[in-house]
T-cell receptor, first 116, second 115 residues
Framework: GAVVSQHPSWVICKSGTSVKIECRSLDFQATTMFWYRQFPKQSLMLMATSNEGSKATYEQGVEKDKFLINHASLTLSTLTVTSAHPEDSSFYIC????????????FGPGTRLTVL | QKEVEQNSGPLSVPEGAIASLNCTYSDRGSQSFFWYRQYSGKSPELIMFIYSNGDKEDGRFTAQLNKASQYVSLLIRDSQPSDSATYLCAVITFTFYNQGGKLIFGQGTELSVKP
């Protein structure tokens, strides 16, 4: 089956620092990658949709200057949380699909970010 | 009205029973429907997808879709304690803002299977 990896699996950082999270599709080429955030006891909330070689499309209320997304290749997308603050602490999950979202999305294992 | 709605539960069933999880969606243009299982602290794991009206069976799992009623369900037969997790219903919606679809999740139903 399709495998998606994320790195790191967890990170603890000080307030004001930037954190980069990588999402890789290991055995398929991902035309589209998605970034989600999940707070405790809540469902996944889509943050942005990322297509290879083009700018990401952000959901309403998500600051694109704070959450920088780069989709440089068909197997790699990165999310950088800039100047992280405690309220950014969350579980960040990426997913990848071979089509523009119409196909099944396969999820990475997630990255737990804790900002002190 | 939320785009995808689920009962948050918890739903408690005894081991060996059938667990029934329900989901309704608001966008009549939705074409693709998914059920994911999420264990605590882990990311979602795909269980099944369904595109056509009717039933789709895969092992102990059966997904049911009724587009006229905008309703999708998941039945788990012979429930096991290892099935205890949160089950997320997800729907791909199409809007003119997107070139493709995006996956909208329900809030999830917590299932507890008691030995």
């Amino acid at each position: 089956g399709a495998v998606v990896s994320q790195h790191p699996s967890w990170v603890i950082c000080k307030s004001g620092t930037s954190v980069k999270i990588e999402c890789r599709s290991l055995d398929f080429q991902a035309t589209t990658m998605f970034w989600y955030r999940q707070f405790p006891k809540q469902s996944l909330m889509l943050m942005a949709t990322s297509n290879e070689g083009s700018k990401a499309t952000y959901e309403q209320g998500v600051e694109k200057d704070k959450f920088l997304i780069n989709h440089a290749s068909l197997t790699l997308s990165t999310l950088t949380v800039t100047s992280a603050h405690p309220e950014d602490s969350s579980f960040y999950i990426c997913s990848a699909s071979t089509a523009g979202g119409e196909d099944t999305q396969y999820f990475g294992p997630g990255t737990r970010l804790t900002v002190l | 009205q939320k785009e995808v709605e689920q009962n948050s539960g918890p739903l408690s069933v005894p081991e060996g029973a059938i667990a029934s999880l329900n989901c309704t969606y608001s966008d009549r243009g939705s074409q693709s429907f998914f059920w994911y299982r999420q264990y605590s602290g882990k990311s979602p794991e795909l269980i099944m997808f369904i595109y056509s009206n009717g039933d789709k069976e895969d092992g102990r799992f059966t997904a049911q879709l009724n587009k006229a009623s905008q309703y999708v369900s998941l039945l788990i037969r012979d429930s096991q304690p290892s099935d205890s997790a949160t089950y997320l219903c997800a729907v791909i919606t199409f809007t003119f803002y997107n070139q493709g679809g995006k996956l909208i999740f329900g809030q999830g139903t917590e299932l507890s299977v008691k030995p």
